[in-house]
Protein backbone atom coordinates (compact mmCIF):
# COMPACT_ATOMS: atom_id res chain seq x y z
CA UNK A 1 0.00 0.00 0.00
CA UNK A 2 0.89 3.71 -0.90
CA UNK A 3 0.38 6.81 1.19
CA UNK A 4 0.65 10.19 0.07
CA UNK A 5 2.99 11.03 2.74
CA UNK A 6 5.80 12.56 0.53
CA UNK A 7 3.76 14.63 -1.35
CA UNK A 8 5.07 17.73 -0.51
CA UNK A 9 1.58 19.78 -1.20
CA UNK A 10 -0.05 18.16 2.13
CA UNK A 11 -1.15 20.50 4.54
CA UNK A 12 -2.54 20.60 8.01
CA UNK A 13 -5.08 21.71 9.89
CA UNK A 14 -2.10 21.93 12.81
CA UNK A 15 0.21 24.58 12.64
CA UNK A 16 3.60 23.45 11.76
CA UNK A 17 6.61 25.63 10.86
CA UNK A 18 8.30 25.70 8.23
CA UNK A 19 11.70 24.94 9.63
CA UNK A 20 10.02 22.06 11.64
CA UNK A 21 11.47 18.50 11.34
CA UNK A 22 7.76 16.79 11.78
CA UNK A 23 5.57 18.27 9.12
CA UNK A 24 2.35 16.10 8.13
CA UNK A 25 4.61 13.66 5.44
CA UNK A 26 6.67 12.64 8.97
CA UNK A 27 4.59 10.60 10.51
CA UNK A 28 6.90 8.98 13.19
CA UNK A 29 6.60 6.34 15.99
CA UNK A 30 7.26 7.17 19.50
CA UNK A 31 6.05 6.60 23.11
CA UNK A 32 5.09 9.48 25.11
CA UNK A 33 3.34 10.46 28.94
CA UNK A 34 1.21 13.21 28.30
CA UNK A 35 0.21 15.26 31.76
CA UNK A 36 -2.01 12.95 33.65
CA UNK A 37 -1.53 9.59 31.14
CA UNK A 38 0.40 6.14 31.02
CA UNK A 39 3.00 5.78 28.45
CA UNK A 40 1.41 5.13 24.67
CA UNK A 41 2.20 5.05 21.46
CA UNK A 42 1.92 8.68 20.01
CA UNK A 43 3.40 9.73 16.70
CA UNK A 44 4.38 14.06 16.29
CA UNK A 45 3.50 17.06 14.00
CA UNK A 46 4.95 20.31 14.38
CA UNK A 47 5.44 21.17 18.09
CA UNK A 48 2.30 18.70 19.04
CA UNK A 49 2.30 15.26 20.24
CA UNK A 50 -0.47 13.31 18.71
CA UNK A 51 -1.78 10.93 21.43
CA UNK A 52 -2.50 7.98 19.17
CA UNK A 53 -4.65 5.87 22.04
CA UNK A 54 -7.17 9.04 22.27
CA UNK A 55 -7.18 8.98 18.80
CA UNK A 56 -8.37 5.21 18.90
CA UNK A 57 -11.16 5.50 22.17
CA UNK A 58 -12.36 8.44 19.88
CA UNK A 59 -13.23 6.10 17.23
CA UNK A 60 -10.29 7.64 14.57
CA UNK A 61 -8.74 3.95 14.28
CA UNK A 62 -12.24 2.28 13.28
CA UNK A 63 -12.24 0.35 10.27
CA UNK A 64 -8.34 0.11 10.52
CA UNK A 65 -8.35 -3.32 12.13
CA UNK A 66 -6.02 -2.44 14.84
CA UNK A 67 -6.46 -3.73 18.49
CA UNK A 68 -6.16 -0.74 21.51
CA UNK A 69 -2.99 -2.52 22.85
CA UNK A 70 -0.72 -1.57 20.12
CA UNK A 71 -1.26 2.26 21.23
CA UNK A 72 -1.72 1.61 24.92
CA UNK A 73 1.78 0.10 24.90
CA UNK A 74 5.13 0.94 26.56
CA UNK A 75 6.87 0.44 23.32
CA UNK A 76 6.09 0.54 19.66
CA UNK A 77 7.64 -2.84 19.41
CA UNK A 78 3.77 -4.60 18.83
CA UNK A 79 3.05 -1.63 16.39
CA UNK A 80 6.00 -2.88 13.89
CA UNK A 81 5.17 -6.65 14.51
CA UNK A 82 2.34 -5.57 12.30
CA UNK A 83 4.02 -5.34 9.44
CA UNK A 84 5.03 -2.48 6.97
CA UNK A 85 1.47 -3.08 4.87
CA UNK A 86 -0.33 -2.64 8.33
CA UNK A 87 1.51 0.52 9.44
CA UNK A 88 1.02 2.05 6.52
CA UNK A 89 -2.63 1.78 6.49
CA UNK A 90 -1.83 3.49 10.02
CA UNK A 91 0.00 6.19 8.70
CA UNK A 92 -2.09 7.10 5.87
CA UNK A 93 -5.27 7.54 8.59
CA UNK A 94 -2.82 9.66 10.71
CA UNK A 95 -2.04 11.48 7.28
CA UNK A 96 -5.97 12.10 6.59
CA UNK A 97 -7.13 12.89 10.37
CA UNK A 98 -4.00 15.75 10.09
CA UNK A 99 -4.98 16.99 6.92
CA UNK A 100 -7.24 20.84 5.97
CA UNK A 101 -9.68 18.25 4.07
CA UNK A 102 -10.16 16.24 7.18
CA UNK A 103 -12.95 13.89 6.70
CA UNK A 104 -13.08 12.62 10.15
CA UNK A 105 -13.21 15.96 12.01
CA UNK A 106 -10.68 15.23 14.25
CA UNK A 107 -9.72 18.73 14.77
CA UNK A 108 -12.47 18.87 16.49
CA UNK A 109 -11.04 16.50 19.27
CA UNK A 110 -7.46 18.22 18.96
CA UNK A 111 -8.13 19.22 22.68
CA UNK A 112 -7.50 15.54 23.76
CA UNK A 113 -5.61 14.16 21.15
CA UNK A 114 -2.89 16.80 20.65
CA UNK A 115 -0.52 17.89 23.69
CA UNK A 116 2.70 19.74 23.68
CA UNK A 117 5.70 18.44 22.70
CA UNK A 118 7.00 20.38 26.01
CA UNK A 119 4.34 19.11 28.51
CA UNK A 120 5.57 15.95 27.89
CA UNK A 121 7.69 13.15 28.87
CA UNK A 122 9.60 11.44 26.07
CA UNK A 123 10.22 7.43 26.45
CA UNK A 124 12.33 5.17 24.68
CA UNK A 125 10.07 4.24 21.62
CA UNK A 126 11.57 0.78 21.39
CA UNK A 127 12.51 -2.39 23.49
CA UNK A 128 16.51 -3.10 22.20
CA UNK A 129 17.27 -6.66 22.34
CA UNK A 130 20.29 -6.63 20.70
CA UNK A 131 22.16 -3.97 19.38
CA UNK A 132 25.45 -4.50 17.19
CA UNK A 133 27.43 -0.91 16.05
CA UNK A 134 29.09 -1.18 12.73
CA UNK A 135 32.06 0.57 11.13
CA UNK A 136 31.16 1.92 8.27
CA UNK A 137 32.44 5.22 7.22
CA UNK A 138 35.78 4.80 5.19
CA UNK A 139 36.81 8.59 6.23
CA UNK A 140 36.44 8.05 10.30
CA UNK A 141 38.28 4.47 9.72
CA UNK A 142 40.95 6.00 7.87
CA UNK A 143 41.54 9.11 10.26
CA UNK A 144 41.33 6.27 13.42
CA UNK A 145 44.13 4.03 11.60
CA UNK A 146 46.13 7.31 10.49
CA UNK A 147 46.31 8.37 14.30
CA UNK A 148 46.73 5.02 15.54
CA UNK A 149 48.78 2.83 13.13
CA UNK A 150 50.55 3.65 9.87
CA UNK A 151 49.20 6.02 7.57
CA UNK A 152 49.64 4.63 4.44
CA UNK A 153 47.80 1.18 5.62
CA UNK A 154 45.15 2.95 7.64
CA UNK A 155 42.55 0.75 6.89
CA UNK A 156 42.67 -2.69 7.85
CA UNK A 157 42.70 -5.42 5.13
CA UNK A 158 39.46 -6.64 6.02
CA UNK A 159 37.70 -3.49 5.80
CA UNK A 160 37.01 -2.69 2.42
CA UNK A 161 35.65 -6.61 2.04
CA UNK A 162 32.95 -6.73 4.88
CA UNK A 163 30.99 -4.49 7.23
CA UNK A 164 33.15 -4.30 10.47
CA UNK A 165 30.72 -4.50 13.44
CA UNK A 166 30.61 -5.50 17.15
CA UNK A 167 27.72 -6.73 19.45
CA UNK A 168 27.23 -3.79 21.68
CA UNK A 169 25.09 -3.38 24.70
CA UNK A 170 21.65 -2.86 24.71
CA UNK A 171 20.34 -2.39 28.25
CA UNK A 172 22.48 0.90 28.17
CA UNK A 173 20.29 2.65 25.39
CA UNK A 174 18.78 5.08 26.74
CA UNK A 175 16.79 7.94 25.12
CA UNK A 176 17.06 11.60 24.37
CA UNK A 177 17.39 14.03 27.62
CA UNK A 178 18.82 11.14 29.53
CA UNK A 179 21.69 12.72 31.98
CA UNK A 180 24.77 10.15 31.34
CA UNK A 181 27.40 9.83 34.33
CA UNK A 182 30.82 9.82 33.47
CA UNK A 183 32.56 6.18 33.59
CA UNK A 184 34.86 4.94 35.68
CA UNK A 185 37.80 2.24 34.22
CA UNK A 186 41.29 1.22 33.82
CA UNK A 187 43.56 3.49 31.72
CA UNK A 188 47.08 3.44 31.21
CA UNK A 189 49.06 6.55 31.15
CA UNK A 190 51.60 8.20 29.11
CA UNK A 191 54.86 6.83 29.64
CA UNK A 192 53.69 3.92 31.98
CA UNK A 193 53.06 0.17 31.70
CA UNK A 194 50.62 0.24 34.79
CA UNK A 195 47.16 0.78 34.78
CA UNK A 196 45.22 3.46 36.79
CA UNK A 197 41.91 3.30 38.00
CA UNK A 198 39.86 6.02 37.76
CA UNK A 199 37.09 8.35 35.25
CA UNK A 200 37.94 8.87 31.90
CA UNK A 201 39.31 11.93 30.83
CA UNK A 202 38.63 11.38 26.89
CA UNK A 203 35.04 11.45 27.01
CA UNK A 204 33.74 11.54 23.33
CA UNK A 205 30.44 11.48 20.88
CA UNK A 206 30.19 9.31 18.04
CA UNK A 207 27.90 10.74 15.45
CA UNK A 208 25.63 7.31 14.15
CA UNK A 209 22.24 6.75 12.34
CA UNK A 210 21.23 3.20 13.41
CA UNK A 211 18.37 1.11 12.01
CA UNK A 212 15.52 -0.71 13.66
CA UNK A 213 14.42 -3.95 12.91
CA UNK A 214 10.59 -4.34 12.39
CA UNK A 215 10.52 -7.96 11.11
CA UNK A 216 11.98 -11.43 13.31
CA UNK A 217 13.99 -13.89 10.94
CA UNK A 218 14.30 -17.10 12.10
CA UNK A 219 17.75 -18.66 13.50
CA UNK A 220 19.15 -19.90 10.21
CA UNK A 221 17.82 -17.75 8.11
CA UNK A 222 19.84 -15.23 5.68
CA UNK A 223 18.65 -11.70 4.51
CA UNK A 224 19.97 -10.85 0.88
CA UNK A 225 20.48 -6.89 0.72
CA UNK A 226 17.59 -6.68 -1.97
CA UNK A 227 14.87 -8.18 0.97
CA UNK A 228 16.86 -6.11 3.80
CA UNK A 229 14.49 -3.04 3.08
CA UNK A 230 11.61 -5.41 4.33
CA UNK A 231 13.09 -6.01 7.83
CA UNK A 232 13.88 -2.57 8.55
CA UNK A 233 10.83 -0.12 10.15
CA UNK A 234 13.05 3.21 10.28
CA UNK A 235 15.87 5.36 11.84
CA UNK A 236 16.60 7.01 14.86
CA UNK A 237 19.50 9.31 15.51
CA UNK A 238 21.98 7.82 17.87
CA UNK A 239 25.37 9.01 19.80
CA UNK A 240 27.94 6.02 20.94
CA UNK A 241 29.37 7.69 23.57
CA UNK A 242 33.02 6.53 23.61
CA UNK A 243 35.52 6.58 26.51
CA UNK A 244 39.19 6.77 24.24
CA UNK A 245 41.39 6.13 27.34
CA UNK A 246 39.89 3.23 28.35
CA UNK A 247 39.49 1.88 25.18
CA UNK A 248 43.11 2.19 24.27
CA UNK A 249 43.53 0.07 27.28
CA UNK A 250 41.36 -2.47 26.96
CA UNK A 251 40.14 -3.03 22.90
CA UNK A 252 43.26 -5.48 22.18
CA UNK A 253 42.13 -8.44 21.65
CA UNK A 254 38.61 -8.39 21.77
CA UNK A 255 37.33 -4.86 21.06
CA UNK A 256 35.59 -2.01 22.83
CA UNK A 257 34.14 -3.01 26.18
CA UNK A 258 33.41 -0.85 29.29
CA UNK A 259 34.61 1.90 26.69
CA UNK A 260 31.11 1.99 24.96
CA UNK A 261 28.82 -0.24 27.29
CA UNK A 262 28.14 2.46 29.84
CA UNK A 263 26.05 4.57 27.42
CA UNK A 264 24.16 4.99 23.95
CA UNK A 265 22.08 7.66 23.53
CA UNK A 266 19.05 8.00 20.85
CA UNK A 267 16.41 10.28 19.16
CA UNK A 268 13.02 9.45 20.44
CA UNK A 269 11.11 8.87 17.40
CA UNK A 270 11.65 6.48 14.99
CA UNK A 271 11.36 7.75 11.66
CA UNK A 272 9.97 5.12 8.99
CA UNK A 273 12.16 4.32 5.94
CA UNK A 274 8.72 5.61 3.90
CA UNK A 275 8.93 8.36 5.08
CA UNK A 276 12.69 9.30 4.39
CA UNK A 277 12.24 7.74 0.46
CA UNK A 278 12.51 10.73 -1.10
CA UNK A 279 16.32 11.18 0.03
CA UNK A 280 17.80 8.01 -1.36
CA UNK A 281 20.62 8.55 -2.89
CA UNK A 282 23.63 6.71 -4.30
CA UNK A 283 26.61 5.94 -2.06
CA UNK A 284 30.36 5.50 -2.85
CA UNK A 285 31.98 3.87 -5.01
CA UNK A 286 33.18 0.05 -3.77
CA UNK A 287 36.56 -0.58 -4.69
CA UNK A 288 37.68 -3.63 -4.80
CA UNK A 289 34.44 -5.43 -6.09
CA UNK A 290 32.50 -6.66 -3.21
CA UNK A 291 31.36 -10.68 -2.55
CA UNK A 292 28.33 -11.12 -3.92
CA UNK A 293 25.96 -11.72 -1.26
CA UNK A 294 26.98 -7.65 -0.67
CA UNK A 295 25.98 -6.67 -4.06
CA UNK A 296 23.16 -4.69 -4.48
CA UNK A 297 21.20 -2.44 -7.24
CA UNK A 298 19.41 0.75 -6.17
CA UNK A 299 20.05 3.78 -4.14
CA UNK A 300 20.78 2.20 -0.67
CA UNK A 301 22.14 5.53 0.68
CA UNK A 302 20.13 8.56 2.29
CA UNK A 303 20.94 12.40 1.76
CA UNK A 304 20.46 13.13 5.51
CA UNK A 305 21.98 16.26 7.00
CA UNK A 306 23.71 15.46 10.69
CA UNK A 307 24.99 17.79 13.22
CA UNK A 308 26.33 17.86 16.88
CA UNK A 309 26.49 20.60 18.93
CA UNK A 310 28.06 21.37 22.11
CA UNK A 311 26.33 23.08 24.89
CA UNK A 312 28.24 24.07 28.00
CA UNK A 313 26.72 24.77 31.41
CA UNK A 314 25.67 28.73 30.69
CA UNK A 315 23.84 27.42 27.83
CA UNK A 316 26.39 28.87 24.88
CA UNK A 317 26.38 26.26 21.91
CA UNK A 318 28.62 25.00 19.43
CA UNK A 319 28.05 23.18 16.13
CA UNK A 320 31.02 21.23 15.68
CA UNK A 321 30.45 19.08 13.04
CA UNK A 322 28.00 19.01 10.04
CA UNK A 323 27.98 15.50 7.82
CA UNK A 324 25.70 13.42 5.87
CA UNK A 325 24.89 9.69 5.98
CA UNK A 326 25.17 9.63 2.52
CA UNK A 327 29.13 9.38 3.34
CA UNK A 328 28.55 5.84 4.80
CA UNK A 329 30.54 2.85 2.81
CA UNK A 330 28.65 0.56 3.56
CA UNK A 331 24.85 0.67 3.40
CA UNK A 332 22.46 -0.23 5.76
CA UNK A 333 21.31 -3.11 3.42
CA UNK A 334 25.01 -4.56 3.34
CA UNK A 335 24.89 -4.30 7.20
CA UNK A 336 21.84 -6.44 7.31
CA UNK A 337 22.74 -9.21 4.46
CA UNK A 338 26.39 -8.99 5.94
CA UNK A 339 24.53 -9.85 9.91
CA UNK A 340 22.37 -12.71 8.84
CA UNK A 341 24.95 -14.22 6.71
CA UNK A 342 25.85 -17.02 9.00
CA UNK A 343 22.59 -17.60 10.17
CA UNK A 344 22.07 -15.10 12.81
CA UNK A 345 18.57 -13.85 13.78
CA UNK A 346 17.27 -10.66 14.89
CA UNK A 347 13.97 -9.81 16.98
CA UNK A 348 11.64 -6.88 16.24
CA UNK A 349 13.65 -4.19 18.10
CA UNK A 350 16.69 -4.82 17.28
CA UNK A 351 18.68 -1.89 16.67
CA UNK A 352 22.37 -1.65 14.29
CA UNK A 353 23.88 1.34 14.47
CA UNK A 354 26.30 2.64 11.34
CA UNK A 355 29.33 3.83 13.45
CA UNK A 356 30.81 6.80 13.27
CA UNK A 357 29.60 8.88 10.55
CA UNK A 358 32.51 11.44 8.96
CA UNK A 359 33.60 13.05 5.83
CA UNK A 360 36.15 14.15 4.19
CA UNK A 361 36.67 17.95 5.75
CA UNK A 362 37.58 18.77 9.13
CA UNK A 363 34.30 20.02 9.82
CA UNK A 364 32.58 16.80 8.93
CA UNK A 365 34.39 14.45 11.12
CA UNK A 366 31.84 12.66 13.59
CA UNK A 367 33.99 12.28 16.76
CA UNK A 368 36.11 14.77 18.97
CA UNK A 369 38.99 12.47 18.49
CA UNK A 370 39.03 13.01 15.17
CA UNK A 371 37.76 16.88 15.36
CA UNK A 372 40.29 17.78 17.90
CA UNK A 373 42.87 15.20 16.30
CA UNK A 374 43.79 13.31 19.40
CA UNK A 375 43.88 16.15 21.64
CA UNK A 376 46.38 18.10 19.35
CA UNK A 377 43.82 20.78 18.06
CA UNK A 378 41.07 22.00 20.84
CA UNK A 379 38.14 23.77 19.27
CA UNK A 380 37.44 27.36 21.12
CA UNK A 381 33.81 27.17 22.75
CA UNK A 382 32.00 30.68 23.31
CA UNK A 383 32.17 30.74 26.57
CA UNK A 384 36.15 31.69 25.79
CA UNK A 385 36.91 27.92 27.26
CA UNK A 386 38.36 25.22 25.00
CA UNK A 387 37.75 21.24 24.46
CA UNK A 388 39.59 18.28 23.36
CA UNK A 389 36.98 15.98 24.47
CA UNK A 390 33.67 16.48 26.44
CA UNK A 391 33.58 17.96 29.78
CA UNK A 392 31.51 17.53 33.00
CA UNK A 393 28.09 20.09 32.58
CA UNK A 394 28.99 19.92 29.00
CA UNK A 395 25.58 18.98 26.99
CA UNK A 396 25.77 16.88 23.32
CA UNK A 397 23.05 17.39 21.04
CA UNK A 398 22.60 15.68 17.70
CA UNK A 399 20.21 16.83 15.06
CA UNK A 400 19.58 15.70 11.42
CA UNK A 401 17.22 16.38 8.70
CA UNK A 402 16.38 15.66 4.97
CA UNK A 403 15.49 18.30 2.62
CA UNK A 404 14.00 18.21 -0.86
CA UNK A 405 12.63 21.30 -1.95
CA UNK A 406 10.10 21.86 0.23
CA UNK A 407 9.96 18.84 2.01
CA UNK A 408 11.65 18.54 4.96
CA UNK A 409 11.98 15.41 7.35
CA UNK A 410 13.46 15.21 10.70
CA UNK A 411 14.59 13.14 13.85
CA UNK A 412 14.58 16.05 16.49
CA UNK A 413 17.26 15.23 19.25
CA UNK A 414 19.26 13.16 20.56
CA UNK A 415 20.76 14.98 23.54
CA UNK A 416 22.75 13.85 27.17
CA UNK A 417 24.46 15.86 29.53
CA UNK A 418 27.52 14.61 31.15
CA UNK A 419 27.91 14.40 35.14
CA UNK A 420 30.71 13.81 37.04
CA UNK A 421 31.36 9.93 37.49
CA UNK A 422 28.82 8.29 40.24
CA UNK A 423 30.53 6.94 43.41
CA UNK A 424 30.40 3.32 44.68
CA UNK A 425 27.66 2.98 46.56
Partial sequence: MQI??????????????????????????????????????????GDKVVDLLEAYDLG??????????VFKNRYINELMALGKEK???????????????DPH?????????????????????????????????????????????????????NWKHLPVGYHGRASSIVVSG??????????????????VFGPSKLLDFEL???????????????????????????????????????QKWEYVPLGP????????????????????????????????KVLPYLQYSGKKNYDLN?????????????????????????NMAQQLAHHTVNGCNFKIGDMCASGTISGKTPESFGSMLEISWKGTKPIQMPDGTSRKFINDGDKVVLRGHGRKGKLRIGFGEAAGKILPSNPFK
Fill in 178 to 195: TPIHRPMGQTIPPDSQQP
Fill in 208 to 246: EMAFVVGKETRLGQRISTEEAEDYIFGLVLFNDWSARDI
Fill in 105 to 157: HAELHSGRILVSVSQCKMMMPVKVGDYTDFYSSEEHATNVGTMFRDPENALLP
Fill in 60 to 69: LFDGVGVQRS
Fill in 306 to 330: LEVAIQTENGDEKVVCNSNSKYLYW
Fill in 87 to 101: TREIRQRISELLRVE
Fill in 257 to 288: FLAKSFASTVSPWVVTLDALEPFRTVGPDQDP
Fill in 4 to 45: EANNPDLKSWVHVSPDSDFPIQNIPFGIAIPPGRTPRVCTII
